[in-house]
């Protein structure tokens, strides 16, 4: 039945042109789905910012939960309990940095003025010369 | 290939760039528990609490609000024996100069050696004091969102 079917399908005459049309035919479905696909596709820089977005998510994430892991990090916990004796120390070292810099600032106060003595002295000198 | 490895590049730095802000000061944190070293630590949290409850400058001259209220974090490393003393400065330094710290002020006055660096950033801003005197070498750093002009504020009294 089958041999008798395929012999017949043989000798069906086929058309003229055909086998063009079906290439042309595949050709344009091909182009078509490329064009369909484009459009899904995000533009090269999206792309990449997308997946610099994923890292930055992903080690965000991963730092956060590593951190809440690890509360007993020595650093990270503050020294004074109580916010009365963490003022005075803050206070303290501010204190220190800011005489510190009032000191630095005072000899520069003075070698200015020394500076400005010694020009004045020098003017003076001058005047007299002329 | 080139381009290649220089997009995973900048993929990669792109990332790690959220994660880089608060890594700066975390250099000073391995001395928490180093031995014969004592680090004092205060957060921006207890900061906060205490400027709620702020009393007048203890010294005359000095004005310490302007810097007190931007800062987020204080470190105070101290140690008075001689081998950790030594470890400390050179430790110190080496970080200041790998960080690209800039020398703001050096005091040698009775004995006392006192340098003064600072780091202004836009997201983070450092100012690291080292004393150095006969008994004790102390290191202050204090971190914050802050300008060389509120610094400098202290003095202008």
Redesign the interface.
């Known amino acids: 039945m089958d041999k008798l079917n395929l012999e017949e399908l043989e000798r069906i005459p086929i058309p003229e042109e055909l086998e063009e049309r079906l290439s042309k035919k595949i050709d344009e479905w091909e182009q078509n789905e490329k064009q369909t696909t484009r459009h899904f596709l995000l533009p090269r820089a999206m792309r990449y910012t997308a997946i610099a977005a994923s890292f930055a998510l992903v080690f965000g994430v991963g730092i956060h939960y590593l951190q809440n892991e690890e509360p007993m990090n020595l650093a990270e916990q503050d020294t004074y309990k109580d916010p009365v004796k963490a003022q005075q120390e803050a206070e303290r070292a501010l204190n220190m940095l800011a005489v510190n810099l009032n000191k630095g600032l005072g000899h520069l106060e003075k070698a200015k003025a020394l500076s400005d003595k010694a020009e004045n002295s020098l003017n003076k000198q001058l005047k007299a010369l002329k | 290939m080139k381009q290649r490895i220089t ?1 995973t590049l ?3 730095v ?6 880089t802000a608060s890594a700066q000061v ?1 250099a ?6 180093m031995k014969n070293v004592s ?5 921006k ?3 906060g ?3 709620k ?2 009393t007048p ?3 005359p ?4 609000k302007a ?2 209220s931007k ?1 987020t974090g ?1 470190q ?1 490393i101290t140690s008075e024996e001689k081998t950790a003393r030594t470890k400390l400065k050179n430790d110190v330094k080496d970080m200041l100069a790998r960080d690209k710290y800039e020398v703001l ?3 040698r ?1 009775e004995g006392s050696k ?1 340098d ?1 660096y600072h780091s202004i950033g836009k997201q983070q801003s450092v ?1 690291a ?1 080292m ?1 150095d005197d006969d008994d004790e070498a102390t290191v ?1 750093v ?1 971190s914050g969102n802050f300008t060389m002009d509120d ?2 504020k ?2 202008k009294q």
């Open positions: 997009r900048l993929v990669v792109v990332a790690m760039a959220s994660l975390k000073f944190e391995k001395y928490a528990d680090y004092v630590y205060i957060s949290y207890m900061l609490m205490a400027g409850m702020a400058a203890a010294v001259g000095v004005d310490v810097l007190a800062l204080i105070i002020m050096q005091i006055d006192v003064i100012v004091m004393v202050m204090f610094v400098m202290m003095t």
